[in-house]
């Protein structure tokens, strides 16, 4: 089985600074790794997500995200946050052969402050 | 394009109705899941069809049942409803023929009230 841990519930930051979400998986088999976000009163968005190939992965709204295996982490960054950033984002897996479905972390609620 | 859309929005049931969510996937994508979200359990897969087949299922009671239409759009139902059931109930359809998550996109979701 897999498993996700997002070991922030919340994260505060000031307007422009550098943020850092992260996250780390359990996992015994291969896994495709996604990062999504939600805002208020809406779905799940798709930021990125690492299928393979490069470690670096670079997403939508200036958001990246690094794949490392040794550690089982894939933390999400921005180097300048926007008041329009404050949502929150889920870190989710899934199986790379087999069931199509995604196992979420808990999300983490990032808060912009001007 | 349009997007993935739920209905209802928003909806409230008492103890012990049923229920049924539709979702209507992006055109072309033949595979749709439902997730659960709620404060204490987060996001829970409950199903996902393809080509009107249930291809996988989560951990959920009998209550929760769905099923797809030949043009891919997809119900679910809940039965004898309970309290715990309050949630925002998502939908996802995808491209993914593989059985392997491609990109999952997501509807705005039907949140459930049971009183």
């Known amino acids: 089985a897999q498993s996700v841990t997002q070991l922030d519930s919340q994260v505060p930051v000031f307007e422009e600074a550098p943020v850092e979400l992260r996250c780390n998986y359990s996992s015994s088999v291969s896994v495709y790794l996604f990062w999504y976000v939600q805002y208020p009163n809406q779905g799940l968005q798709l930021l990125l997500k690492y299928l393979s190939g490069s470690t670096l992965v670079k997403g939508i709204n200036g958001f990246e995200a690094e794949f490392n295996k040794s550690q089982t982490s894939f933390h999400l960054r921005k180097p300048s946050v926007h008041i329009s950033d404050t949502a929150e984002y889920f870190c989710a897996v899934s199986r790379v052969q087999g069931a199509q479905k995604l196992v979420f972390g808990q999300g983490t609620r990032l808060t912009i402050n001007p | 394009k349009a997007g993935v859309t739920q209905t209802p929005r928003y909806l409230i049931k008492t103890r012990g109705q049923q229920v049924t969510l539709s979702c209507s996937p992006i055109s072309g994508h033949r595979s749709v899941s439902w997730y659960q979200q709620t404060p204490g359990q987060g996001l829970q897969f409950l199903f996902e069809?393809?080509?009107?087949?249930?291809?996988n299922k989560g951990n959920f009671p009998g209550r929760f049942s769905g099923r797809q239409f030949s043009n891919s759009r997809s119900e679910m139902n809940v039965s004898t409803l309970e309290l715990g059931d309050s949630a925002l109930y998502l939908c996802?359809?995808?491209?993914?023929?593989?059985?392997?998550?491609?990109?999952?996109?997501f509807g705005e979701g039907s949140r459930l009230t049971v009183l």
């Open positions: 069809y393809f080509s009107e087949t249930q291809r």
């Open positions: 996802a359809s995808s491209l993914s023929t593989s059985g392997n998550a491609g990109e999952l996109f």
